[in-house]
T-cell receptor
Framework: DAMVIQNPRYQVTQFGKPVTLSCSQT?????MYWYQQKSSQAPKLLFH???????NEADTPDNFQSRRPNTSFCFLDIRSPGLGDAAMYLC????????????FGPGTRLTVL | GQQVMQIPQYQHVQEGEDFTTYCNSS?????IQWYKQRPGGHPVFLIQ?????EVKKQKRLTFQFGEAKKNSSLHITATQTTDVGTYFC??????????????FGQGTILTVHP
């Protein structure tokens, strides 16, 4: 039973061509996170939603945006992907912020040509 | 800002040997979580420690949280090939305005040779 679903699993885009990654959850969790993970590195938090409240990390480039139209769905928009944005993008959820485990989706592998 | 350091970066062991990874935070933590990421997979939650000096066990895995709540360790006894993967610690800074943000360590990549 999938709990955090990400689509697509693999995305290829061209330099500068906007791309949208999607995440959905069946857990009814309040918090949804977007992480960027590059090869052999730790996940890096880009931003998160606590319900409808959007929280951006200070070092997240303006090139990255997010939308959460409802509890179940969250989108990551990369307005003008650069070669350095090629990475695995992980969506995660938790019931509350802080003292709660995070459930990760399988990730979307983004390739920028 | 908060930093979480994890060592070693890589560990190669023979099947049956023990394995330990260590995590140190620059600041006092409210809690520490451990995740395992299999090759090609996504992080999967293993456990959370909250209390000073806490020790928890899951079969062959033993997790410890330091008395000062600034360090933690994961010990695997008698490794098996199924233990292969990257083990991440992730901590939440105590107090402050971090809203409970998890800061991940760099991870330890475990390879087990049969």
């Amino acid at each position: 039973d999938a709990m955090v679903i990400q689509n697509p699993r693999y995305q290829v885009t061209q330099f500068g061509k906007p791309v949208t990654l999607s995440c959905s959850q069946t857990l009814n969790h309040n918090v949804m996170y977007w992480y960027q993970q590059k090869s052999s590195q730790a996940p890096k938090l880009l931003f998160h939603y606590y319900d409808k409240d959007f929280n951006n990390e200070a070092d997240t480039p303006d090139n990255f945006q997010s939308r959460r139209p409802n509890t179940s769905f969250c989108f990551l928009d990369i307005r003008s992907p650069g070669l350095g944005d090629a990475a695995m993008y992980l969506c995660a959820t938790s019931r509350v912020r802080g003292l709660d485990e995070q459930f990760f989706g399988p990730g979307t592998r983004l390739t920028v040509l | 800002g908060q930093q979480v350091m994890q060592i070693p970066q890589y560990q190669h062991v023979q099947e049956g040997e023990d394995f330990t990874t260590y995590c140190n935070s620059s600041t006092t933590l409210s809690n520490i979580q451990w995740y395992k990421q299999r090759p090609g997979g996504h992080p999967v939650f293993l456990i959370q420690l909250v209390k000073s000096g806490e020790v928890k066990k899951q079969k062959r895995l033993t997790f410890q949280f330091g008395e000062a709540k600034k360090n933690s360790s994961l010990h695997i006894t008698a490794t098996q090939t199924t233990d292969v993967g990257t083990y991440f610690c992730a901590g939440t800074a105590a107090g402050g305005t971090s809203y409970g943000k998890l800061t991940f360590g760099q991870g330890t990549i475990l390879t087990v040779h049969p």
